[in-house]
C-alpha cells in the first residue's frame, strides 16, 4: 500500500511559478513510476508528466512541454512539479500517483495509487 500527499498548490498569477511536492509513504517507493495528472472544472482528468522509478526517463504532455519539470529524491521518497510560465488554462486540481510499472506511464489505469490532490489557481 502506497499513500500519497500532495502539497505546494496555491494562486499565483501568469507567468508565476509554483513547485508542487508529492511525500509518498511505503519502503518501495523508489520501485514505482510516478506520474502527476489534473483535473480542470467540468474537464476529465488529464496526464501531465510522468517519471520512470530511478529518475532517469521523464515524459510530458504536449501542453507542458517545456514549462513543467518532473523529478524525484528517492531518498526521501518525494517527486516534484516544477511549473514555470503558468497560463490560466493550467488551473486545475493536481494529483500525484504511482504506479507498478518501473517506466514512466500516461494511462490513468496504469496507476494504483492515487493523493488527494491540490488546487492551483492562475489568475490573469
Known amino acids: 500500500q502506497v499513500q500519497l500527499v500532495e502539497s505546494g498548490g496555491g494562486l499565483v498569477q501568469r507567468g508565476g511559478s509554483l513547485r508542487l511536492s508529492c511525500a509518498a509513504s511505503?519502503?518501495?517507493?523508489?520501485?514505482?513510476?510516478m506520474g502527476w495528472f489534473r483535473q480542470a472544472p467540468g474537464k476529465e482528468r488529464e496526464f501531465v508528466a510522468t517519471?520512470?522509478?530511478?529518475?532517469?526517463?521523464?515524459f510530458y504532455a504536449d501542453a507542458v512541454k517545456g514549462r513543467f519539470t518532473i523529478s524525484r529524491d528517492n531518498a526521501k521518497n518525494t517527486v516534484y512539479l516544477q511549473m514555470n510560465s503558468l497560463k490560466p488554462e493550467d488551473t486545475a486540481v493536481y494529483y500525484c500517483?504511482?504506479?507498478?510499472?518501473?517506466?514512466?506511464?500516461?494511462?490513468?489505469?496504469?496507476?494504483?495509487?492515487w493523493g488527494q490532490g491540490t488546487q492551483v489557481t492562475v489568475s490573469s
Open positions: 500517483a504511482a504506479s507498478r510499472w518501473v517506466a514512466g506511464r500516461i494511462k490513468e489505469y496504469e496507476y494504483e495509487w
Open positions: 511505503g519502503r518501495t517507493f523508489s520501485s514505482y513510476a
Open positions: 517519471i520512470s522509478y530511478r529518475g532517469g526517463s521523464t
